[in-house]
C-alpha cells in the first residue's frame, strides 16, 4: 500500500493534512494498514458509521483492497497509484468524483461545502483541490469511485 504524495489528486490532501499530529504529539504517517485489534472504526477521529460507510460498503464493493488509514483518517487508497479516492472527515467522508460525473454529482446535491454544528465551515475543494466534494451515502458513490481507479489507472498509461 503505497500514497503518491506527488499524484495530482493528493496534492491539496497532502498539504491539508500532513501537519496533523498524533496522540503521541508526533506527525501522523501517510499512510498505513488499519490495524484489526485497535478497533479503527471507533479510534480514528471518525464517526464510526462514517467509516463503517467507506471501508464496508464503498471499499468491500471494489475488486481491490483500498483501505487505508491516509494521515491518520480512514480512507480508500487506489493500491496500484497511490491516489486517495476517499477519506473520512470527522463526522463526514469526501469523494474524488470523476470529471464526467461532476454535474450529475451537483444535480444529485453533491457540494465541496459543509456547515458543521459547531457554525464552522469547509470548502473541501480549496483544501484538497476540485474534483472533492462531501459524500452523500448515495449508492452511485462506488460506481464513482471504481471509475475514478480506472481514470487514475488510464491516465498512468
Known amino acids: 500500500m503505497k500514497l503518491d504524495p506527488a499524484h495530482p489528486w493528493n496534492l491539496g490532501l497532502v498539504r491539508a493534512c500532513s501537519a496533523r499530529i ?10 498505513m494498514k488499519p490495524k ?13 458509521e462514517v467509516v463503517e460507510r467507506l471501508w ?15 494521515y491518520g483518517a480512514p480512507g480508500l487508497v487506489d493500491p496500484a497509484s497511490g491516489a486517495v479516492l476517499a477519506l ?5 467522508y469526501v469523494i474524488r468524483i470523476p470529471n464526467r460525473r461532476m454535474e450529475a ?8 461545502e459543509q ?9 473541501i475543494a480549496h483544501l484538497f483541490g476540485q474534483g472533492w466534494m462531501f459524500g452523500r451515502w448515495l449508492p452511485q ?9 480506472r481514470d487514475v489507472r488510464q491516465d498512468e498509461r
Open 105 to 112: 454529482a451537483v444535480q444529485a446535491g453533491f457540494t465541496a
Open 88 to 92: 473520512a472527515y470527522g463526522t463526514a
Open 22 to 31: 498524533g496522540d503521541n504529539r508526533r506527525p501522523v504517517a501517510p499512510i
Open 141 to 149: 458513490e462506488v460506481d464513482w469511485i471504481a471509475e475514478a481507479i
Open 115 to 123: 456547515r458543521w454544528s459547531d457554525g464552522t465551515y469547509t470548502n
Open 36 to 48: 484489526a485489534g485497535s478497533n479503527p472504526y471507533w479510534n480514528l477521529g471518525s464517526h464510526p
Open 56 to 70: 464496508d460498503t464503498l471499499g468491500a464493493r471494489l475488486r481491490e483492497e483500498c483501505r487505508a488509514v491516509i
